[in-house]
């Protein structure tokens, strides 16, 4: 089951300038980051309420959130919702013939995570996770 809106990611030129912003201006709690270098992300999760603001700094202009960085200038990324066991999830989307990213779930900042393909949700890149202890 989808049970929240997880996160809303959101690409950033620069991580630093981003938290500038989000966290010391806006006033939003830190609670994790890390580089994902299989993402080629920096990544930082900022609590708001039930949710969370996840900032993306690409590691490579030419790997795909450095090409969206270069397309739009950083903005609105992807939409994640939570979910108590993602590889159900990503079969029942399979199932339904949902054009998928990720075959199988993969470790995130987020948790378990895996990814559906913009082009089948006309044009929003839709993320499913499954955070520790779910
Ligand atoms: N939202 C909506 N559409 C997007 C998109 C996004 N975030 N990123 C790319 N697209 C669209 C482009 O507009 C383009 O559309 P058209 O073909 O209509 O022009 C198409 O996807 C291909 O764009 P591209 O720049 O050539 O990008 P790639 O195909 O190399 O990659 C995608 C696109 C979605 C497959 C890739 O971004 C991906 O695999 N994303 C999932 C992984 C990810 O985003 N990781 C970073 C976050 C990590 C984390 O949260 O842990």
């Keep these: 089951m989808l049970k929240k809106i997880h996160h809303v990611g959101v690409v950033v030129p620069s991580l630093d300038a981003?938290?500038?912003?989000?966290?010391?201006?806006?006033?939003?709690?830190l609670t994790a980051s890390a580089t994902i270098e299989e993402q080629g992300v920096r990544a930082a999760l900022l609590k708001a309420g039930d949710?969370?603001?996840?900032?993306?700094?690409?590691?490579?202009?030419g790997?795909?959130?450095?090409?969206?960085?270069?397309?739009?200038?950083?903005?609105?990324h992807h939409v994640c919702f939570?979910?108590?066991?993602?590889?159900?999830?990503?079969?029942a989307a399979r199932a339904k013939g949902i054009q998928l990213i990720d075959q199988k779930p993969r470790r995130g900042l987020a948790g378990m995570i895996c990814f559906l393909h913009p082009k089948a949700?006309?044009?929003v890149l839709v993320e499913y996770a499954q955070p520790p202890g779910e």
């Excluded at 981003?18 to 709690?29: A, N, S």
């Excluded at 790997?63 to 609105?76: E, I, P, T």
């Excluded at 939570?82 to 079969?91: G, M, Y």
């Design 51 to 61: 949710s969370e603001i996840e900032l993306l700094e690409p590691l490579d202009a």
């Design 82 to 91: 939570q979910t108590d066991d993602v590889a159900r999830e990503l079969e």
């Design 18 to 29: 981003g938290l500038r912003f989000w966290r010391d201006t806006l006033g939003l709690h």
């Design 121 to 123: 949700t006309r044009g």
């Design 63 to 76: 790997n795909a959130v450095g090409k969206f960085l270069a397309r739009h200038g950083g903005g609105l």
